[in-house]
């Protein structure tokens, strides 16, 4: 059974950087292709950054393109989301998510109904 808990959400004045971390267990980390998606009150959970199983391919929402950056550590069994520059309107809580077993990434990486797994969520408040 996959596990995921993610870990370094808070709270950070508008133009401040975050670093989520997200541990993976129960199964091997490098086999899944991971995202990251974020829900604010009222709105429906939407996309954020993906990151293909070996790290080869990143992929991001327009409106944190150039601001966040994805990465993982297969060796740590370990996701993350670098966020800079961050907004008020970024506040959200966070999720991470791995892919479901053989789904293909390029097609799949932003919907939310291809993840079969899910973490907790952590919460990224940002204060104007």
């Known amino acids: 059974q996959v596990q995921l808990v993610e870990s370094g959400g808070g709270l950070v004045q508008a133009g401040g950087s975050l670093r989520l971390s997200c541990a993976l267990s129960?199964?091997?980390?490098?086999?899944?292709?991971m995202g990251w998606f974020r829900q604010a009150p009222g709105k429906e959970r939407e996309f954020v950054a993906a990151i293909s199983w070996s790290g080869g391919r990143t992929d991001y929402a327009d409106s944190v393109k150039g601001r966040f950056t994805g990465s993982r550590d297969n060796a740590k069994n370990t996701l993350y989301l670098q966020m800079n520059s961050l907004k008020p309107e970024d506040a959200a809580v966070y999720y991470c998510?791995?892919?479901?077993?053989?789904?293909?990434?390029?097609?799949?990486?932003?919907?939310?109904?291809?993840?079969?797994?899910w973490g907790q969520g952590t919460q990224v408040t940002v204060s104007s």
């Open positions: 129960g199964r091997t980390f490098s086999s899944y292709n």
């Open positions: 998510a791995a892919q479901s077993s053989g789904t293909y990434y390029s097609d799949n990486y932003y919907k939310a109904t291809k993840y079969g797994y």
